[in-house]
């Protein structure tokens, strides 16, 4: 079974940055694709980004492109989420979720393992 656990989430300003790490254990990492999603009060999870198990291939929700940039780093069993220019939206729970598979995926629906989430809350 694979192990996620996220960390790095915090309280910061409208402007600050931040960033995420999922750390993975119990499973060959590189065998997954990875994905950060994220769910606000009231609100469904939404994919923010997402990587392929060799990292050569992301993908970004369109409220995030061009101020998130996800990354992994196998021979260390992690991936993470720069996050810059944070705004009052961007703030909820966010998850890291993997799916062995050597696709792209999108949505959080296929993803098969999940992390406990890490709660980033963004003031003004």
């Known amino acids: 079974q694979l192990q996620l656990v996220e960390s790095g989430g915090g309280l910061v300003q409208a402007g600050d940055s931040l960033r995420l790490s999922c750390a993975a254990s119990g499973r060959t990492f590189s065998s997954y694709a990875v994905g950060w999603f994220r769910q606000a009060p009231g609100k469904e999870r939404e994919s923010v980004a997402t990587i392929t198990w060799s990292g050569n291939r992301t993908y970004y929700a369109n409220s995030v492109r061009g101020r998130f940039t996800i990354s992994r780093d196998n021979a260390k069993n992690t991936v993470s989420l720069q996050m810059n220019s944070l705004e009052r939206r961007d703030t909820a729970v966010y998850y890291c979720?993997?799916?062995?598979?050597?696709?792209?995926?999108?949505?959080?629906?296929?993803?098969?393992?999940w992390g406990q989430g890490t709660l980033v809350t963004v003031s003004s």
């Open positions: 979720a993997a799916k062995l598979s050597r696709a792209l995926w999108t949505t959080p629906g296929p993803f098969e393992h």
